[in-house]
C-alpha cells in the first residue's frame, strides 16, 4: 500500500492550499485516514481525521479554517486549508489505516509527506 501526497507548496498569509492524499496497492478497506504536520524543532501532531463514517476530529488550532474530506471511492483524503498562518508552515502528511486483505489487521501507513510554508 502507498500513500501519495499532492498539493504542497509556497502560500501567502491569508491564502489557501488543497491537499490530497491518494491510497493504492492492496486495500480491503480503509477505517480512517487523517493528515499530520510537523514543525521544524517540533513533534509530529494530528491536524485532522476523517473515519469510514464520514465523523471528523481535528485540533483546535486549525477549527474553522481547514476542511477534512474524504472520496472513498478513490481512496482519497483531502485538506482544505484556508486563511493560513505562518504557524502553519511545516511538513503535512498523509495517514490511514488500512485492512490489506479480508480479516487483515489494521496496518498503519504514512505518506512521504508534502511541504506547506506560509510567508510573505
Known amino acids: 500500500v502507498q500513500l501519495v501526497e499532492s498539493g504542497g507548496g509556497l502560500v501567502q498569509p491569508g491564502g489557501s492550499l488543497r491537499l490530497s492524499c491518494a491510497a493504492s496497492?492492496?486495500?480491503?478497506?480503509?477505517?480512517?485516514m487523517g493528515w499530520y504536520r510537523q514543525a521544524p524543532g517540533k513533534q509530529r501532531e494530528l491536524v485532522a481525521r476523517i473515519r469510514s463514517g464520514g465523523s471528523t476530529n481535528q485540533a483546535d488550532s486549525v477549527n474553522g479554517r481547514f476542511t477534512i474530506s474524504r472520496d472513498s471511492a478513490r481512496n482519497t483524503v483531502y485538506l482544505q486549508m484556508n486563511s493560513l498562518k505562518p504557524e502553519d508552515t511545516a511538513v503535512y502528511y498523509c495517514?490511514?489505516?488500512?485492512?490489506?486483505?479480508?480479516?487483515?489487521?489494521?496496518?498503519?501507513?504514512w505518506g512521504q509527506g508534502t511541504q506547506v510554508t506560509v510567508s510573505s
Open positions: 496497492g492492496s486495500i480491503f478497506s480503509i477505517n480512517d
Open positions: 495517514n490511514a489505516h488500512i485492512r490489506d486483505y479480508l480479516g487483515s489487521p489494521l496496518n498503519d501507513y
